[in-house]
């Protein structure tokens, strides 16, 4: 029987370089092929016109293009508290399914993208690490959700378009770290359709201590932000079972020499949660953790999830917790939830039985 065909979207572009020249061809048609896929997204190989016919003939014997598509949506209505936040349950290549949430606002179309099929690391307050693990997704998978995306929007205007990624999705950034690597590669070429600014790339981290070290030295210019959470080693290895081998100290040190690598400020970013890290002490050791190191606190209120014990704080604690940061001469922010009516905010992320797709 003849071998089956392998998704020529599998590969990363050094590999399709060895592709084409394991095939007669020179290694610059490796790249012609990866910009039909990833640019113009080409479907079939036929149409990949500035590719030999001999080329194109042995490509189509041995792979085949797979495309993610939207199998569903949801869209918050402007006028509430989000501002027209939409979620799409995003169809992969072999059929299983992530979300992915584009938040827009007056100045910047953001798209939040997943990285992995739930979750290994079961975060307490978050409901993609209640789904388990499937896999991590390929660079392709990842750069395909801002294309679909970026699709959506360029077609009601003609003029919109993506301007910033975050990769706060589903799955853990770093425990896939050469797929996300390939993709913002792809997503920032320059003269490619999407082109997006290596600067408007947030990356997202629970804290992975020798990962941090690797993007430090990747070269990239993107920016990292470490879900913190608490600054006490118990409290936060409680919410972040993660945490128990990447230390607090540990996690400080790796950011300390990533802030001295990169010359950037890494956001922390801190979950009020009622009874739980929302204390004067809180706020303390949050302020002792980010001194020493160049640095900015994002404070996000939790969203609540179905089934899960924690609740948001009250206003008048939070406004508390921000004085005791701010006159410790730290730099905070307060992010707004988005997308929270239609469980798109920070941690309202999974695929339950509802929304699973049916090949």
């Not at 599998?10 to 590999?15: D, I, L, M, P």
């Not at 084409?20 to 113009?40: C, I, M, N």
């Not at 679909?148 to 993506?162: A, C, E, F, M, T």
């Not at 490619?192 to 993007?215: C, D, F, H, M, N």
Request: hydrophobic share 35%.
């Amino acid at each position: 029987m003849p071998n089956e065909k392998t998704s020529i979207k599998s590969y990363t572009r050094r590999e399709l370089h060895e592709i084409v020249t394991a095939l007669g061809e020179p290694k610059y048609r490796a790249d012609q092929l990866h910009r039909w896929l990833f640019s113009d997204r080409t479907a079939d190989f036929d149409s990949m016109t500035n590719l030999g016919s001999n080329l194109r003939d042995k490509l189509s014997k041995r792979y085949f293009i797979p495309s993610c598509s939207i199998a569903k949506e949801l869209h918050e209505p402007v006028s509430s508290r989000g501002s027209g936040t939409s979620k799409f349950l995003v169809k992969l290549h072999d059929g299983q399914a992530i979300e992915t949430v584009l938040i827009p606002s007056a100045d910047r179309n953001t798209v939040c993208v997943s990285s992995q099929v739930g979750c290994p690391l079961h975060c307490s307050f978050c409901a993609t690490g209640y789904m388990g693990f499937t896999r991590s997704l390929l660079a392709s998978e990842i750069v395909e959700q801002v294309s679909l995306v970026n699709d959506r929007i360029s077609g009601q205007s003609g003029k919109d378009h993506v301007s910033n990624i975050v990769f706060m999705g589903m799955g853990e950034p770093l425990l896939n770290l050469p797929n996300v690597f390939e993709a913002i590669e792809t997503l920032t070429h320059e003269g490619y359709r999407l082109a997006v600014s290596q600067r408007k790339i947030t990356i997202s981290t629970v804290g992975l201590v020798p990962q941090i070290s690797e993007i430090a030295r990747s070269g990239f210019t993107t920016k990292l932000a470490v879900s913190l959470h608490a600054a006490d080693q118990e409290k936060r290895a409680s919410l972040i079972p993660s945490a128990r081998e990447n230390t607090l100290e540990s996690l400080r040190q790796a950011l300390e020499q990533y802030v001295a690598i990169t010359n950037e400020p890494v956001t922390l970013v801190y979950m009020l949660i009622e009874g739980i890290n929302d204390t004067e002490s809180d706020a303390k050791n949050l302020a002792r953790f980010g001194h020493g190191f160049l640095c900015k606190i994002n404070l996000i209120d939790y969203n609540s999830i179905v089934n899960m014990r924690f609740k948001p704080v009250k206003a008048q604690r939070r406004d508390c917790f921000i004085r005791t940061l701010v006159d410790a001469g730290l730099h905070v922010t307060v992010r707004k939830s988005y997308g929270t009516s239609i469980n798109a905010a920070c941690g309202q992320l999974a695929i339950t039985e509802k929304n699973k797709v049916v090949s």
